[in-house]
């Protein structure tokens, strides 16, 4: 299509992709079509063999201009992760949006009401999670806001905390002998179990959360020493590597990972060989090894292997404190949930109570 319409090479983009797209006829395209011409686009201009992407500009609208501002915060100050900008972001423009329109953003005007006006807004149709995220996000903003000398005070201590209208559930875990079946379910003999066994030992060894293990670049690995460095929460921090895992990541470096430019420590399967694009798709990893083995929890998301390695912990005598070390959890009350966890403690308190069972 491209000889024909005299198109080189070094002029394809999205722009011409759309053009060849709209030839197709109608119910002819094969499924996908658009995602593998976007994945062609990227590998090709990996390669240095067609234009990079144009960065968006900014435009006239001043919603925009302060969300880009928070980005190049978050990113060059605050080093989170790429889903956590991109969730914030979502988050404060929808904030500016519904506070300023498309009028000129007043920050100086901005008020505690206003933000927690629009948090009970917008958490009336969202679960408990999406409504704590967007009280986090809007503190992180406010904060950026006053340092930069933007809003006269910090209004970050007046947003409200997210509230759960009922007790929270049960972490959802596996029993140590289904996570072994897990984990021996790779198949090693092939890339692609290589990287997956590593991955689900960092999971269920180390607790790691799915965006951490992302985020992993080969400079992170100091073999020398043992030691892995986890990014995650806008943190750094040194964790010993667990024989059986610096086992399995050697193993796939030395015969599972391709040859390609990027530094992330995981890379897709298949050409072009780029970085997994967000946490969601360890999860997905985490899912088709639970199919492999034939395990079918409540929840299949790579946090169980997390839940799971508390769980044990707990029972195997750990106390809290230890377990929220290991989960490197900022605040003592995130690991509380877990004295719920331990059942064989809870029928020994039960059983010792004095008096005749309700």
């Known amino acids: 299509w491209m000889a024909l319409e005299g198109i080189g090479l070094d002029s394809l983009d999205e722009r011409r992709t759309e053009a060849f797209l709209s030839t197709r006829k109608p119910g002819c395209r094969p499924r996908g079509e658009a995602a593998t011409l976007r994945l062609l686009l ?43 900008v991109k969730t914030y972001l979502s988050i404060v423009r929808a904030f500016l949006a519904d506070r300023f329109g498309t009028r000129t953003a007043d920050l100086g005007s901005l008020t505690v009401r206003d933000c927690n006006g629009f948090i009970l807004r917008y958490g009336g149709n969202v679960c408990w999670r999406t409504s704590k995220m967007s009280a986090t996000a809007l503190r992180s903003f406010l904060r950026h806001l006053h340092q930069g000398g933007e809003i006269p005070a910090d209004l970050a201590d007046g947003i409200l905390p997210a509230t759960k209208r009922r007790q929270p559930e049960l972490p959802r875990s596996l029993d140590p002998d289904e996570v072994e079946s897990l984990i021996d379910g790779c198949d090693r003999t092939t890339a692609v179990g290589r990287r997956d066994h590593a991955i689900l030992l960092l999971l269920s060894r180390l607790g790691l959360r799915a965006g951490e293990v992302v985020a992993m670049t080969l400079d992170d690995l100091d073999w020398n020493n043992g030691l892995v460095t986890v990014r995650g929460k806008g943190r750094h921090e040194q964790l010993p590597l667990p024989h059986d895992v610096g086992e399995a990541l050697a193993a796939w470096l030395r015969d599972g990972r391709p040859s390609c430019p990027t530094r992330r420590l995981f890379v897709r399967a298949h050409a072009p060989h780029k970085p997994f694009s967000g946490a969601s798709a360890v999860s997905c990893l985490v899912r088709r090894a639970l199919a492999r083995a034939e395990l079918d929890p409540p929840f299949k998301g790579a946090h169980t292997l997390r839940h799971s390695l508390a769980t044990g912990m707990l029972r195997n005598g750990a106390s809290l404190e230890d377990i929220g070390q290991i989960l490197r959890h900022r605040h003592p009350e995130t690991t509380q949930i877990y004295a719920r966890c331990d059942l064989d403690s809870l029928r020994d308190l039960a059983s010792a109570w004095p008096g005749d069972a309700p």
């Open 42 to 84: 990227d590998h090709l201009r990996d390669g240095g063999r067609v234009r990079p992407k144009p960065a968006e500009p900014e435009g006239n609208n001043p919603v925009e201009r302060i969300a880009r501002r928070y980005e190049r915060f978050l990113v060059n100050e605050r080093c989170v992760s790429a889903t956590t």
